[in-house]
């Protein structure tokens, strides 16, 4: 049995969660503003506390390797790795847009989510880059990926083959509103990140031995991350 703790913050949501082979236990979230360094310590804390484990007896942690916010992403996984070496488990590494769509795929499973030909739907999860740019890649309704991530700079021509297919063309994520406007014929539902979409994720990483290399492993940005100089005087 794999005991794996799952961990993803790389929008707005810090989400830690708990899986036993493949089976979401356990899951603490918060939308509170930008408090992931301090939110995701505690989360990892209580579940443990909950569940009455202590950290050795994982068998991995997964964490959602991005692409999103670089602070975000760059505290789960600083977090992740600094917790599978101290305990000498592997780490397991996620992308942010698979576990996004498996999230919308577990919605519509549950019947939270009514949309009209589902086994046909074209999946496309939207992570907001600022602007009108997103992350983003598209799966079919198994989870099965259609493409390349990419950051894509939305217009009223995105996806204009896939809209014009005939197929549901379904939009979700926190980058999904801005453009919805923008896309004729997109159906655009509300899903969120969340740590229960790497679950089954991660389990199939676990079975696979797919682990990464502690010491060299980075979140995959995907655009390099630009500091910019404030426009306030300070003197």
């Known amino acids: 049995m794999a005991l ?36 995701v310590a505690v989360f990892v804390d209580e579940l443990l506390g909950e569940m009455n484990l202590q950290p050795e007896e994982l068998d991995a942690v997964a964490v959602g ?51 009209d030909r589902w086994e046909e739907a074209i999946l496309c999860p939207m992570v907001d880059a600022r602007r009108m740019e997103v992350y983003t890649q598209l799966f079919d309704s198994r989870g099965a990926a ?7 700079v939305i217009d009223g021509d995105s996806f204009a083959a896939e809209r014009r297919s005939g197929r549901p063309f379904v939009i ?3 980058g999904a509103r801005k453009c919805a406007g923008l896309l004729d014929g997109a159906r655009c539902i509300e899903v969120a990140p969340s740590a229960r979409g790497l679950v ?18 980075e979140p995959f940005y995907l655009k390099d991350f630009v500091v910019t100089t404030s426009k306030k005087k300070l003197f």
């Open 4 to 39: 794996i703790l799952c961990i993803e913050t790389g929008t707005d949501i810090c989400s830690v969660g708990i899986a036993r082979d493949g089976e979401l236990l356990s899951l603490r979230e918060s939308d509170e503003g930008r408090d992931h360094a301090r939110q």
């Open 65 to 115: 390797k991005g692409p999103g916010s670089y602070t975000g992403l760059r505290i789960g996984v600083s977090f992740a790795k600094g917790l599978c070496y101290g305990i000498g488990k592997p780490l397991l590494a996620v992308g942010s847009l698979n576990a996004l769509a498996e999230v919308a795929r577990e919605d519509y499973e549950a019947g939270i989510l009514d949309i």
């Open 146 to 152: 259609l493409g390349e991530v990419s950051a894509k």
């Open 172 to 174: 979700f994520g926190n």
């Open 200 to 217: 089954r994720l991660a389990q199939e990483a676990f079975d696979a031995g797919r682990k990464e290399d502690i010491a060299y492993f």
